[in-house]
């Protein structure tokens, strides 16, 4: 792994200029923070590393408008880490962790991360969810070496922050069942030590929710903890796939199409909380599906497809990316028939895993409430149609096996956006 440190402690904050020298030496640190974070921790972690000897230069983006994680933002940290051999001490969130490690690994450098919020699983993931020319992917870079989070500050992190880091774990309940259903039909087989890292936290957290939306320090910890390792899982997998199905697709489509709500991004927690609500309901209405429903349904051929990759994605470089993944995963003739024939042949066996793996939708819909997380699109400004058209994008970005590829494999994708009518935002 890449990571050689993980301090997670009451109090870590006045640790991190003792952690980085332990890490690096006595090399000077280009503080990256954005004005939020720099009034949360921003003069406490300068202390600290001042205090251990180290120069700090500072880069600080503007609170408002947001920073956003593309080739630009990407550019201008790496143009400021290049005018001495510093090593990076970033300071938050999801983005501001994606640009820095991007541009850290695009100069081969190591890089340090203080969390200030539970809020995303990104902390301490290999890769970064980046825009390049308008395209949300996840460019392949080292993970920090170092990652730090004092429970302090951690506990004190905003209320909505917390709730999209519990959102963005809730979305292990369908990633974990989407790599089952890879598993089953032999795309993408589970590792189970890697299985464990991420399926175990994940259900403590999903029983403390109570304690995290009282901000318990147990809880709040737990949460962490889980967010944690499934960064570490995908550093071992090297590969997104224990920790992110078609729940992030989702989400990923609605970064590109910048969802906003009130003037701001809705955060990717948010949107994979939707995106988690969404795919459970596909889950449990396949638990209904009779095979019969799955006979003779009408495929489309690749120049239909093509066009209608063509028509949802109206920037030619973003379409260009989407036929090259969704042609790698293209079935027909004989592959798809033997394809289809497999899946029937699972599908009492996937029934079984879903009611094992996932847990009833009203259920999780009210922890997710309980926590203040959105479990409908009209909770983050988006409409059922928005929601339709994000779930039939997600299924033309990425090559990697979900329960969109499932219905469209079998010729039922409309059933699939049809049945997501019945998609419930009520408080029970
Ligand atoms: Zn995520």
């Avoid at 903890?225 to 989702?250: C, K, N, T, V």
């Avoid at 028509?311 to 079935?331: I, T």
């Avoid at 999780?364 to 149609?385: K, M, W």
């Amino acid at each position: 792994m890449d990571t050689k440190i993980s301090l997670v402690q009451r109090g870590a904050i006045e640790k991190v200029g003792s952690t980085f020298v332990e890490a690096f030496g006595h090399t000077n640190a280009l503080l990256v923070a954005d004005g939020n974070t720099l009034r949360v921790a921003g003069f406490a972690t300068v202390r600290s590393l001042e205090k251990a000897g180290i120069e700090v230069r500072r880069f600080i983006f503007p609170e408002l408008p947001q920073p956003y994680a593309d080739e630009h933002s990407i550019a201008q940290v790496r143009l400021s880490l290049e005018m001495d051999n510093c090593i990076a001490v970033v300071l938050g969130s999801g983005t501001l962790n994606d640009i820095t490690k991007r541009a850290s690994s695009e100069l081969d450098r190591p890089y340090m991360v203080v969390a200030t919020a539970p809020s995303v699983d990104g902390y301490t993931s290999y890769g970064a969810a980046v825009s390049i020319k308008g395209f949300k992917q996840t460019l392949s870079c080292a993970a920090p070496q170092v990652v730090l989070a004092d429970t302090d500050i951690l506990c004190e992190a905003p209320s909505d922050m917390i709730a999209s880091g519990y959102g963005d774990c809730m979305a292990k309940f369908t990633a974990g069942m989407d790599w089952i259903l890879a598993d089953l039909l032999g795309v993408q087989a589970i590792r189970s030590d890697v299985w464990d890292m991420v399926q175990k936290p994940l259900r403590s957290v999903y029983a403390h929710h109570h304690g995290i939306a009282n901000r318990q320090r147990e809880g709040i910890g737990l949460l962490f903890d889980a967010l944690s390792a499934s960064g570490f899982a995908m550093q071992i997998m090297h590969d997104s796939r224990p920790a992110s199905g078609a729940e992030h697709l989702i989400s990923h489509i609605w970064e590109m199409e910048h969802l906003s709500k009130d003037g701001l991004a809705v955060s990717h927690g948010f949107k994979v909380a939707v995106g988690t609500m969404t795919i459970v309901h596909l889950y449990e209405e396949l638990a209904s599906l009779d095979i019969s429903d799955c006979y003779g349904k009408s495929s489309q051929s690749w120049e239909e497809r093509k066009q209608a990759i063509l028509s949802f994605f109206p920037n030619e470089k973003v379409a260009e990316e989407a036929l090259a993944v969704s042609k790698a995963k293209f079935l027909e003739g004989e592959a798809l028939q033997a394809r289809r024939k497999a899946l029937i042949a699972l599908l009492p066996a996937l029934k079984q895993r879903i009611a094992e793996q996932l847990p009833p939708a009203q259920e999780l819909r009210s922890t997710l409430l309980e926590v203040g997380c959105p479990v409908h699109p009209s909770h983050i400004n988006a409409t059922l149609v928005d929601l339709k058209r994000a779930v039939l994008g997600a299924q033309m970005i990425r090559n990697r096996y979900t329960v969109l590829d499932l219905y469209y494999e079998l010729g039922l994708f409309d059933r699939a956006l049809e049945c997501l009518e019945g998609l419930s935002g009520r408080v029970d």
